[in-house]
């Protein structure tokens, strides 16, 4: 047995001879050197393998049968980008793991237009010399929250960095505990606390916390009192905690300054619209705020980005901090920043224009119109296997917003009677372009609120090829 197994792995070809080969197949023109040796000897080690577990390979000429295919498969995959569009059918509108928020069309053609050519990113133009990278966007972002000053670093972590370690490096701020949140990827505000050099100083309980307890925290050593907007949860029943505005005039009486952490942030008034309510981010700056930190992603619907709002003299400290420079933006964010921005100088056009603010305020009418069109196109498939019925669900905000928010949605819920439905739904992540959906009562729900109109030939496209290949 261990002679046949030697004479197996002896026959296979080595990675000269089938680069030799690959030169007849034009499929490989365009493919670099280096893929082609790593796809070569993935496959090698691949048939290694399976000769080691004892199988039997059959050849044509000088190389086992279906070797090209294989290395030309394993190629393609090399080669392809690993970033890739994918419908989102899971109903979260700020789907954190899918990219958080579109951009608006007004966004993507500014990218195009600043990143194929040179602008004047650091160059004043009128006065024909160096430039600062946040007048792009400061004057917008002061026009729309009220605030004198402004600035844009890479993303709302990194604002609350850079904020704390500019105001309070080495003194206490004084935070309640029911605001100690911790956001993805284990982030916590403890931590960006910590790294600042500022020293937290803990107030109050998890669930209740007043004005005295912060003033009894107040000594020689606080530099800050800080309150953190609970975007991702809520604590609710027997709850007591500190408005903005108490905060600022306990701030005022101590000379010390105040900062709101928003998180999320947003520029309109949901509660307008039918949805919760969420503090504005022109609402904390009118409230006395000396520093509004929230992100340029999630609810306000543009790129990702930190954002810092408030009175010029602290900005400006902000600015001279030499982690400024670490936590810039880049020209391409501020190109999509500024042109979301714009979108808000009218709230009507920024909901209809700036895709997050669209899903989120989605009339329900037309989220079924398109859960009907989708449900007739896959009965129009005829396939009996297939099981596809219109039903009603509820979408989510995502990205750390709006927590409590359920959006009344209609879905399509999925089955193939050949498969499981963990099976389908791994299937339809493996389309091209992936569908991600959710499992849901042993089906998989795919919410059209946020699959758009153009997506939905794609989605049965998938279930399409699934059926034939499956």
């Known amino acids: 047995m261990e002679t046949t197994i030697s004479q197996h792995l002896q026959r296979l070809p080595g990675v000269d001879r089938v680069l030799s080969l690959l030169r007849r ?66 109903g979260v509108v700020i789907h ?10 007004e966004a993507l053609h500014n990218i195009h237009v600043i990143g194929g050519g040179y602008s004047n990113l650091e160059f004043n133009l009128s006065a024909g010399k160096r430039g600062s990278r946040y ?38 701020v004084v935070v309640s505990r029911g605001e100690l949140v911790e956001i993805g990827g284990a982030f916590r505000i403890p931590d960006v606390m910590a790294k600042s050099g500022a020293v937290l100083k803990e107030v109050g309980t998890t669930n209740r916390t007043h004005p005295s307890d912060y003033e009894n925290a107040i000594d020689a050593q606080t530099g800050l009192l800080l309150k953190v907007h609970a975007s991702n949860y809520r604590v609710v029943g027997f709850t007591a905690d500190v408005p903005l505005k108490a905060l600022v005039t306990l701030g005022r009486k101590n000379s010390l300054p105040v900062m709101e952490d928003l998180g999320s942030g947003t520029f309109v008034d949901f509660s307008k619209y039918g949805l919760v309510s969420e503090p ?76 997050t603010l669209k899903m989120l305020t989605l009339p329900k009418a037309t989220i079924a119109s398109r859960a009907r069109q989708l449900n007739e196109r896959l009965h129009a498939l005829g396939d009996d296997r297939l099981h596809a019925l219109v039903c009603e669900t509820t979408s ?63 989605v049965v496209s998938a279930v399409a090829a699934i059926l034939q290949n499956a």
Do not use: W
Not at 138 to 167: D, R
Not at 428 to 441: D, F, H, K, S, T
């Open 280 to 355: 504005t981010v022109q609402a904390s700056v009118s409230a006395g705020a000396d520093i509004v930190t929230f992100s340029g992603d999630k609810l306000l619907g543009g790129p990702q980005a930190g954002i810092v709002v408030g009175s010029k003299h602290v900005v400006n400290e902000i600015k001279r901090n030499p982690l400024t420079r670490a936590l810039r933006i880049d020209k391409l964010t501020l190109a999509a920043l500024e042109s979301t921005l714009r979108l808000y100088r009218d709230e009507r056009t920024a909901l209809e224009a700036i895709p």
């Open 396 to 458: 989510r905000a995502g990205g750390g917003s709006l927590p409590t928010l359920e959006l009344p949605s209609t879905a399509v819920r999925l089955r193939l009677t050949h498969l499981s439905v963990g099976r389908l739904e791994r299937l339809l992540r493996a389309a091209a372009p992936p569908v991600v959906g959710r499992i849901e009562a042993d089906a998989v729900m795919l919410d059209l609120r946020t699959v758009g109109d153009g997506e939905i030939e794609s």
């Open 135 to 172: 007048s792009t966007v400061e004057e917008i972002i002061c026009e729309i929250s009220g605030a004198e000053a402004a600035m844009v670093v890479n993303n709302n972590a990194g604002a609350v960095l850079l904020c704390l370690s500019t105001i309070a490096e080495g003194k206490n």
């Open 96 to 105: 954190t793991n899918l990219g958080r928020s579109l951009l608006p069309a």
């Open 25 to 90: 197949d034009s499929f490989f023109d365009t493919v670099p050197l280096s893929i082609q040796k790593t796809a070569i000897r993935t496959v090698l080690e691949q048939l290694r393998k399976e000769v080691r577990n004892g199988a039997d390979l059959d050849y044509d000429g000088r190389l086992p049968i279906g070797f090209i295919q294989r290395v030309k498969h394993v190629a393609a995959a090399a080669a392809a980008p690993r970033l890739v569009s994918v419908v989102n059918a899971t």
